[in-house]
């Protein structure tokens, strides 16, 4: 229970209706009765794909991922060749490198 004066719970259920009324009010002003629509077609479901038609979808993603790995492989093993012939070329002796 509340123990506000009696003036205070009067004084806060006159906002209360004040502000429901001001809201009905701002409401009632700004209703528009017209409704804006436009009509959009939706977009056709996708055709049932067979298992062999979804599994090269698949393997198609996979050997783009295989292809990257396999250029960035590539281009690793360049640059240890180079690492290693620079290495060779001034730290170890060619009788030393067997």
Same mark, same amino acid.
């Given at each position: ?6 003036? $205070?719970?009067?004084? =806060?259920?006159?906002?209360?209706? #004040? ?11 700004? =209703? ?7 009509? %959009? $077609?939706?977009?056709?479901?996708? #055709? ?17 991922? +295989?292809?990257?790995?396999?250029? $960035? +492989?590539? $281009? ?5 060749? =180079?690492? +290693? ?12 490198? %067997?």
């Amino acid at each position: 229970m509340s123990f506000l004066p009696a003036w $205070r719970k009067v004084g =806060r259920a006159a906002a209360v209706l #004040a502000l429901v009324t001001a809201g009905l009010v701002v409401g009632a002003a700004c =209703r528009d009765t017209a409704v804006h629509a436009d009509i %959009r $077609r939706a977009a056709a479901p996708p #055709a049932f794909n067979s298992g062999a038609q979804r599994s090269e979808a698949h393997l198609a993603s996979i050997a783009g991922t +295989l292809k990257k790995i396999d250029e $960035r +492989l590539a $281009r690793l093993e360049k640059l240890a060749i =180079r690492g +290693l012939a620079a290495d060779t070329k001034t730290t170890v002796p060619a009788e030393d490198r %067997r």
